[in-house]
């Protein structure tokens, strides 16, 4: 199985700040097959990049994603409250698919 | 608009089974594979059992293959998780997704989730 390790594991930023979380595959991915997304505090994740840099549907501009091979990062421009989440990576590249353990953002 | 409501949890002795249910709507749901993913208290997200568009293929990890089965009627737009022989590890909220990109699968809607605890 492709185990995604991913870093930090919280992150304290302050509002307008920008934040960058770093996903590390096993094995070699393509682009195609790492995806990020956002569980809020008591919610259900939701999707927020697919395919490493493409947004889902109506998220915000400031998040973005990047990378290639076996290193792929997500990134908020500029945090502001309503980002305190939970954030994971996955991979769709082989089966069983898999989840980084989360990254876990509050505020200052 | 999307939406994807479980039920069916609850709580369950160790060796029992249960059967999750899950009814879309908003979409066509003959055009899409299923997933569920479930989330143990305070854990991390865990892929569980996935099936395509007609049901003709399913995909389990090794963590529940043999146990739990995955179904779908595509008349009344409703997907199944039947879990046998639960174990206490089994405990978590199992959510309902929709599959996009099935070569490079993601999940784009999820549904609120159901707990299922597995006690004695």
């Known amino acids: 199985a492709i185990v995604l390790n991913q870093s930090p594991s919280s992150i304290i930023a302050s509002q307008g700040e920008k934040v960058t979380i770093t996903c590390r595959a096993s094995?070699?991915?393509?682009?195609?097959?790492l995806h990020w997304y956002q569980q809020k505090p008591g919610a259900f994740p939701k999707l927020v990049i697919y395919s490493t840099s493409y947004r889902a549907s109506g998220v915000p501009s400031r998040f973005s994603g990047s990378g290639s091979g076996t290193s792929y990062s997500f990134t908020i421009s500029r945090v502001e409250a309503e980002d305190v989440a939970t954030y994971y990576c996955?991979?769709?590249?082989?089966?069983?698919?898999?989840f980084g353990a989360g990254t876990k953002l509050e505020l200052k | 608009e999307v939406q994807l409501v479980e039920s069916g949890g609850g709580l369950v002795q160790p060796g029992r089974s249960l059967k999750l249910s899950c009814v879309a709507s908003?979409?066509?749901?003959?055009?899409?594979?299923m997933t569920w993913i479930r989330q143990a208290p305070g854990k991390g997200l865990e892929w569980v059992a996935s099936i395509t568009n007609t049901g003709g293929s399913t995909y389990y990890p090794d963590s529940v293959k043999g146990r739990f089965t995955i179904s779908r009627d595509n008349a009344k737009s409703t997907l199944y998780l039947q879990m046998n022989s639960l174990r206490s590890e089994d405990t978590a909220t199992y959510y309902c997704?929709?599959?996009?990109?099935?070569?490079?699968?993601?999940?784009?809607?999820w549904g609120q989730g159901v707990m299922v605890t597995v006690s004695s």
């Open positions: 997704t929709r599959v996009r990109g099935n070569n490079y699968p993601y999940f784009d809607y």
């Open positions: 996955q991979q769709g590249s082989s089966n069983p698919y898999t």
């Open positions: 094995s070699s991915i393509s682009s195609n097959y």
């Open positions: 908003g979409f066509t749901f003959n055009n899409y594979w």
